[in-house]
């Protein structure tokens, strides 16, 4: 019995070692199958960076203003730029220029304390502000710093979807305006961005005239006209398109219109005229002389009462100069007895009205007028207006039918539509006979000029 057991547990083990050494041999050969049918994983794809431009072919001819007023700066070409992004502040007026490789940005900085300095430049500067500029990349690492002559430059590594930019911020004050330039490029096009950043600090203009009016206004450029005026923001442009006259609205019910026409007025008495001309009816109150930059004319003070007896005052701004271009801006105010040639100055201890400093804001808009012969800013291109598809003619039937199905409802007249329309009727014939009256003025005054393209 005893050998009888032994027999049978010398089998099981027998063949439990040639299921082990079997299975030894086969279970390597399925595990190498798995391990070949295992999918390797993708690599991930960098793209490498086009090769920069050729600097001889960029072009800074192309100027671009900015909606506030405050500077000028040229739009490189190439590349194609798919964004320009205007931003404001109270403090602060920027552009950017994006597309996918480049940015392009420019702004003006309001000091709040004036800057004496270099190293108080220098130290407006801190990491976590620069840090926060700089949001969209990552690592952000700056390279270097260094002060040249008047400039703060500023040196970066940006990284943006694991690929490395360089970019170079630059710095420099006047003591009240802060301007910076920076450009951010792909690091295999240093010297582009190097040559592209002297060019935009090269063509960058400041218009520092307008340091006196709200240094977050808005304005209202003409590219073809080429005359510009700020304005504040609770001021609407109305009507708008280049080489036509442009109308802005005032909260207060002031009305501002700016026009541009070949020809001049060569003294007071020609601006006088000129003005009655253009408002019939009116009385100038006082005329005095003004110089804007290369433009000079006359500022006229007007009194007016319109067509329901409401007493108007108002001031016409004339520039002449030197592309044979007369450029005037009219502002209407619906206040009596206000010349904008002599306002009082405004007592700090006296709290002023609501027309006071309405008629301090009006005299602020009217200093900001100014022209830009030189500047080269793209006219901007119209959307053309599709022409209506006339009239089909239709069967009697038909038309009778859609009669029918469809009847047209006509409004009873009300005593607010009749005076509506009158109020029509009365602003056309009034426009009509200023027109005219206007062009025999103005043929009379300059008997040489013919109407021009504005160059």
Partial sequence: MQNRNTRTA?????VVMIIAIAGGAIF??????LQNNTPAPTPTIIATFPPPLDPALISYATQYMHPSGLFSVAVPNPPVWN???????????SVAFRNDLSVIEVYVEKADTPIASMDELNARFTTP???????????????????????????????????????????????????????????????QLVGMLESEIGTFVPYTQ?????????????AQARHLIRFPSTWIVTDSSPGLPTSVSGPDGSAL???????????????????????????????APTTRGDSSGFSVAYSLTNADGDAISGLMVLLNNADGMLRFADLRMPRAGVDLNALPALDPAVPATAAQVDNQTAAQIMSTFWVFPGLAVPVPTLTPIPTALPT???????????????????????????????????????????????????????PEATPQTTP
């Fill in 28 to 33: 390597p050969l399925f595990n190498r199958d």
């Fill in 10 to 14: 010398a089998i099981v083990i027998s």
């Fill in 129 to 191: 502000i620069l840090q926060g500029s700089w949001s969209r990349y990552s690592p952000v690492r700056e390279t270097g710093r260094r002060v040249e002559g008047d400039r703060v430059l500023i040196d970066f590594e940006l990284g943006f979807r694991q690929q490395t930019y360089l970019a170079r911020h630059v710095a420099w004050t006047d003591g009240d305006w802060i301007y910076v330039v920076r450009i951010v490029m792909p690091d295999n096009a240093r010297d």
């Fill in 392 to 446: 089909s003619t239709l069967d009697p039937a038909v038309a009778l039918t859609q009669t029918a199905l469809a009847p047209t409802v006509v409004p009873t007249a009300t005593a607010a539509t009749a005076e509506a329309a009158a109020t029509v009727a009365t602003e056309t014939a009034t426009e009509a006979a200023t027109e005219a009256v206007t062009q025999a003025a103005t043929q009379a005054l300059t």
């Fill in 257 to 287: 219109r700016l026009e541009s026409r070949a020809g001049s007025v060569a003294d007071e008495a020609a601006a006088r005229a000129f003005v009655t001309a253009q408002r019939p009816g009116a009385t100038v109150v006082s005329v």
């Fill in 83 to 93: 964004s320009i992004e205007p931003q404001s502040t109270t403090t602060r007026q």
């Fill in 210 to 222: 307008f340091s006196a009016s709200p240094f977050e206004w808005n304005a209202t450029y003409d």
